[in-house]
Nanobody, 125 residues
Framework: QVQLEESGGGLAQPGGSLRLSCRAP???????????MGWYRQAPGNQRELVAT???????AYGESVKGRFTISRDNSRKAVSLQMNSLKPEDTAVYYC????????????????WGQGTQVTVSS
């Protein structure tokens, strides 16, 4: 539905940092401002899981495993959302997906909205 462009994935060492970004360049700003934005991740053999979300009022939610280490933010003027990942651990290794949606999923579920193609994050020594 909405084209999402992700960047910033790559290789990091344990304890290091990465910053992911996601843009919706074809979406007009007034419409972008109505969406919840989020990051989910999926490791091989696992279900897609919540990393972080941010609403139009900048209220945030985080998965338990990343609280205190990751920070999500949005820049409505740029139609973008970012994920600052600090103190990375090998267990953070996964494909990270940007998502944009209006209706929050049930607990443990995933949103039904637009998704980026995913960007690989690998954390290893």
């Amino acid at each position: 539905q909405v084209q999402l462009e992700e960047s910033g994935g790559g290789l990091a060492q344990p304890g290091g940092s990465l910053r992911l970004s996601c843009r919706a360049p074809r979406l007009i700003t007034s419409v972008f401002n109505t969406y919840i934005m989020g990051w989910y991740r999926q490791a091989p053999g696992n279900q897609r899981e919540l990393v972080a979300t941010i609403r139009w009022n900048r209220e945030t939610a985080y998965g338990e495993s990343v609280k205190g280490r990751f920070t999500i933010s949005r820049d409505n003027s740029r139609k973008a959302v970012s994920l600052q990942m600090n103190s990375l651990k090998p267990e953070d290794t996964a494909v990270y997906y940007c998502t944009l949606y209006h209706e929050p999923p049930p607990p443990g579920g995933v949103p039904q909205g637009s998704w980026g193609q995913g960007t690989q994050v690998t954390v290893s020594s």
